[in-house]
């Protein structure tokens, strides 16, 4: 796994991991650096021998104003953020996952690529939007080399980024949503692991919105 910052949770994690049975490793890193990328793949080959999984999860920027008050270098750097780490992190995959014949590549979108527009989210919508078309032609690509490439769309899940959202906004959404509630980490981190095994291993090109149906296609 990678980490920005906050060294000390990564080790937690990869502690539990540990004391569940599994094996990890944290290694800090900046996504959208491609020498940075780089030698991470290249230090999880050097101990695991294989890549065949991948994650593309880290926030990588929001900027919360309307068009009219949000400059270019604002907007250019939540879109160029976004796609630079799902490009660099694909990029240093596919090297791996084509010797193997073997992959899946999954990345986090959001609901707001396909939500009625929300004030606010104009950069981060864009840039979501344009990751779901990013996987499609990475889909496209890669499939004859065994390499699958979808992203998950969640709506809002109760996590920390949403802790101060009131209470009541978050009961609002719940009660519109069929399911009478908000995502939780293991909804979406099910739909996730669905997709990295074997069952979810005729589905690609994709975007899958995890939202109990607030947003239905």
Avoid: C
Wanted: glycine share 8%; no cysteine; net charge negative.
């Amino acid at each position: 796994m990678t980490y920005l910052d906050q060294a000390d949770r990564a080790e937690r994690l990869v502690t539990e991991i540990h004391e569940s049975g599994g094996d990890a490793l944290a290694v800090q890193s900046d996504i959208r650096d491609s020498e940075q990328i780089r030698q991470l793949f290249e230090q999880t080959v050097a101990t695991y021998q294989r890549v065949d999984i991948v994650v593309s999860n880290a926030p990588v920027g929001y900027v919360g104003k309307s068009f009219r008050d949000m400059s270019w270098e604002e907007y250019r750097a939540v879109v160029d953020g976004e796609l630079r780490a799902a490009f660099e992190v694909t990029k240093a995959a596919v090297a791996a996952m084509t010797a193997q014949r073997h992959g899946r590549l999954i990345y986090l979108s959001s609901g707001l690529a396909k939500h009625h527009p929300i004030p606010g989210k104009l950069a981060s919508a864009t840039a979501k939007a344009s990751l779901s078309t990013f996987v499609r032609y990475i889909a496209e690509e890669l499939g004859s080399s065994g390499i699958t490439a979808n992203a998950v769309a969640p709506g809002l899940v109760e996590t920390e980024l949403n802790q101060d959202m009131p209470e009541e906004e978050k009961a609002q959404i719940a009660a519109m949503t069929p399911l009478r509630r908000i995502a939780g980490p293991e909804d979406i981190a099910g739909v996730v692991a669905f997709l990295a095994g074997e069952d979810g291993g005729f589905l690609t090109g994709i975007t899958i919105p995890v939202n109990g149906g607030l947003a239905m296609d």
